[in-house]
């Protein structure tokens, strides 16, 4: 069985402050994606990185760096000097080659406090 | 078009009525998902579209719920005799492919059953 787990269901944060959201999941495969999502107020799901299973180099865009550790199944996404505008429900997903639905977490509700 | 469009926005309908979202996928776009997502939850996996064909329908809560891509490109969601526990969001998303590439996602259906 595939999973996707974020145990943070919230947090909060003061504006310029670093933080960091957990995924971890659980996969039989050996070849999968892993995927993190952004939906903001509005409601849109916004694409933001997709790693595949046999890639652990560590990503960095701007303000936002990803983690992957296949030793402890962790996918785990970090904002640096958070911003208000971060404020959103942020979901890490999953997805294996042999499966073509994409399990999604619960989410992560961040809120970046001025 | 430019990217995943669904119709309508909100919906509001009675209870035991029939209707029909759709979604307009990113042309070109072969595999298309259908998702529900209730309040303070991740996306729960209905349907995935490789073309015209239904790949996987495992997530489809019951036989009152049915989808089609008639000619691979836009699909259309029907539910049958809904039920105020069917009122949720339901979003739409298509890929390249498939096979892990990035899904993204239209801004979703708010379906509400009364």
């Known amino acids: 069985a595939q999973k996707v787990t974020q145990a943070q269901t919230e947090i909060s944060v003061v504006e310029k402050e670093d933080v960091t959201l957990d995924c971890v999941y659980e996969t039989r495969d050996t070849t999968y994606y892993l995927f993190w999502y952004k939906q903001p107020p509005s409601g849109e799901l916004v694409f933001l990185i997709r790693r595949n299973s046999f890639d652990e180099q560590n990503e960095i865009s701007g303000r936002y760096s990803w983690n992957f550790q296949k030793s402890t199944s962790s996918f785990n996404f970090t904002i640096t000097a958070s911003q208000v505008v971060d404020s959103a429900v942020y979901f890490c997903a999953l997805i294996s080659w042999r499966d073509d639905k994409i399990i999604f977490g619960k989410g992560t509700r961040l809120h970046i406090l001025p | ?114």
């Open chain 2, 1 to 114: 078009g430019a990217g995943v469009s669904q119709t309508p926005s909100n919906k509001v309908t009675e209870k035991g009525k029939y209707v029909e979202l759709r979604c307009d996928p990113i042309s070109g776009h072969t595999a298309l998902y259908w998702y529900r997502q209730s309040l303070g939850q991740g996306p729960e996996f209905l349907i995935y579209f490789q073309g015209t064909g239904a790949a996987d329908d495992s997530g489809l809560p019951n036989d009152r719920f049915f989808a089609v891509r008639p000619e691979g490109s836009v699909s259309t969601l029907k539910i049958q005799r809904t039920e105020r526990g069917d009122s949720a969001v339901y979003l739409c998303a298509s890929s390249a492919t498939g096979e892990g590439t990035e899904a993204f996602f239209g801004q979703g259906t708010r379906l509400t059953v009364v």
